[in-house]
């Protein structure tokens, strides 16, 4: 591999830290999920997927990761967020506390990809 080709990979790395975080995530609402009951575990695999595949794979994974947090952002405000408002007012206080942490954990996982995102652009 010539230093060119070395330098364009490099350009299109993920970071460790984002997808050790895209990991976690991904595995805490799959975790969240099972709780849910139904198939809601299995919305956060094309982010998981996309984490695990990444640094093999370069756009595919990184495709995977972003398709994967958008996918996943819309379940969880979606769901998640009236789960825990429904839960609320019924005073299952752990099952609240699961879907705000949920909630938290996939904003700022968002937020850590489009910051990965834009760096990626300007390198």
């Keep these: 591999m010539t230093l060119v080709e070395c330098g364009q990979r490099k350009k299109l790395l993920v970071s460790n830290r984002t997808r050790l ?12 999920g099972v709780f849910a009951g139904g198939l809601f575990f299995v919305i956060p695999a094309p982010l998981i997927l996309g984490a695990v595949i990444q640094p093999r ?7 995977l990761i972003c398709a994967g947090a958008l996918w996943l ?3 969880v405000f979606d ?3 009236f789960m825990a408002l429904e839960n609320h007012a019924t ?13 938290l ?12 995102e834009v760096r990626m652009r300007r390198a």
Excluded: K, P
Aim: glycine share 14%.
């Design 57 to 63: 794979f370069l756009r595919a994974g990184r495709g």
């Design 105 to 116: 954990l996939v904003i700022l996982c968002d937020l850590a990809i489009v910051v990965e």
């Design 21 to 32: 975080f895209a990991l976690v995530t991904g595995f805490v609402t799959a975790g969240a």
């Design 91 to 103: 005073g299952h206080l752990g099952v609240v506390a699961l879907s705000f942490v949920m909630v």
């Design 73 to 75: 952002s819309f379940w």
């Design 79 to 81: 769901v998640g967020f």
